[in-house]
C-alpha cells in the first residue's frame, strides 16, 4: 500500500479499502531503479520528464559525473524544482567543472592558491545538496591534473560522508595504475569510490578484465569501500576530441584551430593520434561513429572511415586523421565507439559489486544517433542478461538497479521495499521487458515497465506515460 508518497504497507492488504487498486498478478513489483551515472546538464531543463529513462524503469538519476556537472547548484536546483522533474535528481559536483572555474583550460598544475578555490567551490557545492565528487580524468581539463590535486579536492567532499565517482585516467593498458588511483583519493580523502563505466576499452587487451576486478576484489579486502558500475553494451560514447592529445586541446576552441594551422604541430598531433590508435589495437577509425555532428547531421550514422571516403579522399589512415581534425575545428562531434568485448562486459556484469548505470543522458527523440544506453540499459540486462543468457538472475539484477547504489550513495529511504521507504515503484512482467533501440535505429522506448511510480506518484500507467512531474532533487544525505 502506498500513502502520502511513502510504502504505508507491504502484505495481504485485501482487507484494506483504496483509491486505486492495480491487478499485479503475474508481474512483479521492484523499488524504482537507479542510474548513478548520467549526463543531463542541459538537456534535463529542456525535457524534464525524462521520458527515455521513466520508460526503462529509471526513477532516479545521479548526474554530474565525469568531473562534468553544474557548479552553481544552489540556483540549479531552485530553477528544476520550480520546473518540475518526472524523476528524481541528484548530482555529484565535478573537477573538470570546478577546474574550469578557477584555471580555465591551462595544461599546467594547479598551485596551492587555485587549489584552495576549488576546494571552496567543492565545499559549497556540497552544502548545497551535491552528493559527493567526480573526476573525468581523460578528459580537459582534469587530465591536466595530479593525483595530489584530486585528493585535495576530495577531502573538501570527504567532510561530507560523500562519494568519489571517477571516470579514471586509462581504461586500457594503465588501468591497473587507473585503479589504484581511484582508490587512493577516496582512501586518502575520506570517500566511498565508484569507478564508473568500468571497461576494458582496448581490443588488444580483451579478456583481461579478470585482472581489473581482482584488482579491486584485493582493495575491498583492505576495507576500501569501493564498487564500479557498468551499462551492457560493448561500444562506448564520448566525443571526438577524446582522439587527440590532450596537450593539443588545451586553452579553448580558438587556440586548438590555432595550433592545427601549424604544419608542424598538425604533424605532431597526427603522429601521436596514430600511435594512440595503434596503442588500443585498431588499424583504422573505423569503430568511430558519429552519434551527433552539428556542422552536418547527414553524417550522423557514419564511421570516419566512411566519411573520409565519402569526402573523396583514399582509405588511408593519414587521410582518416586528416578526417577527424577538419571535423574537430568545425566544432566536432558526439561518438560511439565500438571498443568493448562482450566476455569483458559479461565478466564485469557478474561481479557482484558492478551496479547498473546507463552513462546516458535525457534525450529528444528523434536526434542525432545516440547510443541506445540511454533508451534501453535496464531492459537490455533483464531481456538478454538474465532471460535470454542467464548471466544474472532476476533478483540479482534488480538488486544492482537497486539497493546497491542506494547503499553507496546514501538514498537512505530508496532501494528496497520496505515500509516508510520513498514509494519509487515498478510493475512489469519480466518475461516481457525488452530494450528496443539500437545502434543503427537508437529512438525506440523500452517496453514491458507497465506501471511506474515515483514517490507515490505513477508517471506510467499501462505502458504509457503521463504528464505528472512528482520528481525530486534528492540533497546529499551525511549520515
Request: neutral net charge; aromatic residues 6%; glycine residues 8%.
Amino acid at each position: 500500500g502506498v500513502k502520502n508518497g511513502r510504502i504505508a504497507a507491504i502484505g495481504n492488504l485485501a482487507a484494506k479499502s483504496a483509491d486505486s487498486t492495480i491487478d499485479a498478478a503475474n508481474r512483479v513489483v521492484t523499488p524504482g531503479f537507479i542510474d548513478v551515472h548520467t549526463h543531463v546538464e542541459g538537456a534535463v531543463e529542456l525535457n524534464p520528464m525524462g521520458a527515455n529513462y521513466l520508460l526503462d524503469g529509471v526513477t532516479t538519476i545521479v548526474t554530474g559525473n565525469c568531473g562534468g556537472s553544474r557548479v552553481d547548484l544552489k540556483t540549479w536546483f531552485e530553477k528544476l524544482e520550480t520546473i518540475k522533474l518526472g524523476l528524481n535528481l541528484a548530482t555529484l559536483i565535478g573537477h573538470n567543472s570546478v577546474r574550469s572555474e578557477v584555471m580555465g583550460a591551462a595544461n599546467r598544475l594547479a598551485n596551492d592558491e587555485e587549489i584552495a578555490k576549488m576546494q571552496a567551490l567543492v565545499d559549497k557545492a556540497m552544502q548545497d545538496g551535491a552528493v559527493g565528487f567526480s573526476t573525468g580524468l581523460i578528459y580537459i581539463p582534469g587530465t591536466y591534473s595530479d593525483t595530489r590535486e584530486v585528493v585535495a579536492l576530495g577531502r573538501a567532499a570527504g567532510k561530507y560522508n560523500a562519494v568519489y565517482a571517477s571516470h579514471m585516467r586509462d581504461e586500457g593498458a594503465k588501468v591497473k595504475d587507473a585503479i589504484t588511483e581511484a582508490v587512493t583519493v577516496g582512501r586518502e580523502a575520506g570517500l566511498r569510490v565508484q569507478i564508473s563505466h568500468f571497461k576494458i576499452d582496448t581490443p588488444r587487451l580483451w579478456g583481461s578484465s579478470k585482472d581489473s576486478i581482482a584488482l579491486v576484489e584485493e582493495f575491498r579486502k583492505q576495507g576500501v569501500d569501493v564498487v564500479v558500475d557498468q551499462y551492457p553494451y560493448d561500444h562506448s560514447s564520448t566525443n571526438l576530441a577524446i582522439t587527440l592529445p590532450s596537450w593539443a586541446l588545451a586553452d579553448n576552441p580558438k587556440a586548438v584551430e590555432e595550433r592545427l594551422k601549424s604544419p608542424e604541430t598538425r604533424q605532431r598531433v597526427a603522429t601521436e593520434m596514430k600511435q594512440r590508435l595503434a596503442e588500443l589495437g585498431h588499424k583504422d577509425y573505423s569503430y568511430a561513429i558519429v552519434a551527433n555532428y552539428g556542422a552536418d547531421p547527414a553524417l550522423n550514422g557514419k564511421n570516419i572511415s566512411e566519411i573520409n571516403k565519402a569526402a573523396g579522399r583514399q582509405a588511408t589512415l593519414d587521410n582518416e586523421v586528416e578526417t577527424i581534425l577538419q571535423m574537430i575545428v568545425k566544432g566536432g562531434a558526439q561518438m560511439v565507439y565500438h571498443s568493448m568485448g562482450m566476455e569483458d562486459v559479461e565478466r564485469i556484469l557478474r561481479y557482484p559489486n558492478t551496479a547498473i548505470a546507463s552513462d546516458g543522458g535525457i534525450r529528444e527523440f528523434g536526434s542525432g544517433m545516440p547510443h541506445p544506453r540511454s533508451y534501453g540499459t535496464n531492459a537490455r540486462v533483464l531481456a538478454e542478461f538474465v532471460r535470454v543468457r542467464g548471466t544474472l538472475t532476476l533478483e540479482d539484477a534488480i538488486r544492482r538497479m537497486t539497493s546497491l547504489p542506494a547503499r553507496t550513495f546514501r538514498f537512505n529511504d530508496r532501494g528496497l521495499l520496505r515500509v516508510g521507504f520513498a514509494a519509487d515503484l515498478l510493475i512489469f512482467d519480466p518475461a516481457k521487458v525488452k530494450d528496443l533501440s539500437t545502434y543503427p535505429d537508437p529512438h525506440h522506448y523500452s517496453e514491458g515497465f507497465d506501471h511506474v511510480f515515483v514517490n507515490g506518484v505513477a508517471v506510467v500507467n499501462e505502458g504509457k506515460l503521463n504528464e505528472n512531474r512528482p520528481g525530486r532533487i534528492l540533497r546529499h544525505n551525511a549520515e
